[in-house]
């Protein structure tokens, strides 16, 4: 019988200590694999700082199509810009009180004379008013292409 408590003590002990050094060889490996954090990869914000105007239906030399051949609504959310595509998304922010609309390019304009004298967007009546009176039009923007 005393035989017996020798080897189960022997054969206990062999086989937690293989259990103990595994998981140190196992916790050591761990700690040596260098630990990786997810890079986000955030795309830079394209900003442009300039005027911005409104147009509307009654506006003179305005199409009933825009330059995408949609109607031309100017109650809509939309926008003329050069250089943009269509259907491409703008935050345009008034910088004299922080309002902000988002719209979307359906036209080209404003016309090149006056992009040279620093307008960069024509907004329609119904987005203009949403971030200015109609009384000012001209307003310094930002505008965020999203």
Not at 79 to 96: H, M, R, S, Y
Request: aromatic letters at 8%.
């Amino acid at each position: 019988m005393h035989y017996k408590l020798k080897v189960t003590t022997i054969a206990v002990t062999a086989f937690l200590s293989g259990i103990l050094t595994h998981s140190q060889i196992y916790a050591q490996k761990i700690k040596e694999q260098p630990q990786t954090v997810p890079v986000v990869q955030t795309k830079p914000r394209k900003i442009r700082l300039g005027k911005a105007s409104w147009y509307s239906e009654r506006s003179p030399g305005i199409n009933k199509r825009t330059a995408n051949n949609e109607y031309f609504d100017d109650s809509d959310l939309t926008c003329a810009i050069w250089g943009v595509e269509f259907n491409q998304k703008i935050k345009v922010t008034n910088l004299n009180n922080g309002k902000s609309i988002v719209v979307r390019v359906n036209d080209r304009g404003p016309h090149k004379r006056y992009v040279r004298r620093g307008r960069i967007i024509d907004l329609t009546k119904g987005a203009f008013a949403q971030i200015s009176t109609l009384r000012k039009g001209l307003i310094n923007v930002e505008i965020e292409f999203l």
